[in-house]
């Protein structure tokens, strides 16, 4: 078992979650399960910006990401604030950021393995 496993191990392994906690983590990881939503945080990660400029970095439409938006709010990944008549919306909490890089590099991880074992079977057809 790599080291990188290990750790992560012996850090789950240090609580046990009541099913409560679990359902809440659950509702979380929910609520990044939409490669949409991802894309509005990392559109976030610069700091504020009106609904209009989360249009035109994302690409999505108004209405699709105003849905986005609030199920981000709820979940607790963004703030938001109103100046006048708009609404600017930030990262409530960078550490967000932390879980996708996470996921990014185990990606990175499993695909750098399975090239590894799909590179002898390629030089060998």
Same mark, same amino acid.
């Given at each position: 078992?790599?080291?990188?496993?290990? #750790?992560?191990?012996?850090?789950?392994?240090?609580?046990?979650?009541?099913?409560?906690?679990?359902?809440?983590?659950?509702?979380?990881?929910?609520?990044?399960?939409?490669?949409?939503?991802?894309?509005?945080?990392?559109?976030?990660?610069?700091?504020?910006?009106?609904?209009?400029?989360?249009?035109?970095?994302?690409?999505?439409?108004?209405?699709?990401?105003?849905?986005?938006?609030?199920?981000?709010?709820?979940?607790?990944?963004?703030?938001?604030?109103?100046?006048?008549?708009? #609404?600017?919306?930030?990262?409530?909490?960078?550490? #967000?950021?932390?879980?996708?890089?996470?996921?990014?590099?185990?990606?990175?991880?499993?695909?750098?393995?399975?090239?590894?074992?799909?590179?002898?079977?390629?030089?060998?057809?």
């Amino acid at each position: 078992m790599s080291t990188r496993r290990s #750790v992560r191990h012996a850090t789950l392994a240090r609580r046990t979650p009541t099913p409560e906690l679990l359902g809440l983590v659950a509702g979380r990881f929910r609520a990044l399960g939409e490669p949409a939503r991802l894309g509005i945080l990392h559109a976030l990660e610069d700091g504020p910006l009106s609904v209009t400029s989360l249009v035109e970095r994302t690409g999505l439409g108004q209405a699709n990401l105003s849905k986005h938006l609030q199920q981000l709010h709820a979940a607790g990944f963004v703030s938001r604030s109103r100046r006048g008549m708009f #609404v600017d919306y930030a990262l409530a909490d960078a550490d #967000v950021l932390r879980l996708c890089e996470l996921m990014c590099g185990r990606l990175d991880d499993d695909l750098a393995a399975t090239q590894a074992v799909m590179a002898p079977q390629r030089r060998s057809a």
